[in-house]
């Protein structure tokens, strides 16, 4: 199994270079919420995929991650645009370094999943005091949205079934709207996909690409949202 603790923390570049091969999502989130002159928190921001999309959009974002590695490659794709309306804090998602009632959206791209699928222990409480942190910080009539895998390689949603219980608990508990998209991976080249799918996913996905000889992986992914 691959250990994406590990990677997280010693090979961000990599596995940034990895989701840079998916569409940008800020066009995604303006149709949820319009992101002019909003006040946004990323909830495990990683290397930025949000919050630079975000940025340049918002009056001010804050990039949370529990990896100080990956947020030092947030920050430098920050600096290179030239960008000043930014914080990078790291973060557990259940203790949120933020003031209450001081942003207008949260943002959370393929992370609550870590602490809340049910191979995790406690993994009920976990979503709970997360989605409770970010309603505390949330101004009257702000937004969560929340980005999760429902499937590598699937070209219709096929979630894992570690996750099956926090996505109904997403909609049956907290009240979250739910749609799905496709997120697919657009690789370089077959070489490029064989490398970089072994290297987060595994052996196994490898070997699916090297039969297939493709440059694209499939992926679906589902969005959550809930304005509060």
Not at 12 to 34: F, G, M, N, R, T
Not at 90 to 119: C, F, Q
Not at 164 to 183: D, P, V
Request: charged share 25%; net charge negative.
């Amino acid at each position: 199994m691959t250990d994406h603790a590990r990677i997280y923390v010693e090979e961000a570049e990599k596995y940034h270079l990895l989701i840079s091969k998916q569409p940008l999502l800020h066009d995604v989130i303006e149709e949820i919420k319009p992101l002019k002159g909003l006040d946004v928190v990323d909830v495990g921001a990683g290397t930025g995929r949000l919050t630079v999309a975000l940025a340049p959009l918002v009056k001010s974002v804050i990039a949370l991650d529990a990896s100080a590695e990956m947020l030092a490659v947030t920050a430098e794709r920050l600096k290179q645009k030239g960008l000043r309306n930014w914080q990078t804090h790291i973060a557990d998602h259940r203790y949120l370094p933020i003031k209450d009632n001081s942003a207008d959206l949260v943002v959370a791209g393929w992370t609550v999943a870590y602490i809340a699928n049910d191979e995790v222990k406690d993994g009920a409480l976990n979503l709970q005091e997360t989605i409770a942190e970010m309603k505390r910080i949330l101004r009257p009539g702000g937004t969560i949205i929340i980005f999760e895998t429902m499937g590598t390689g699937e070209t219709a949603p096929n979630p894992p079934d570690m996750l099956k219980s926090y996505y109904k608990r997403l909609q049956e508990e907290y009240g979250f709207a739910h749609r799905w998209i496709r997120m697919d991976y657009q690789f370089e080249s077959v070489q490029q996909a064989l490398e970089l799918t072994q290297f987060f996913f595994g052996d196994e996905w490898a070997e699916k690409v090297k039969q297939s000889q493709s440059s694209v992986v499939p992926e679906c992914a589902g969005i959550w949202w809930l304005h509060v």
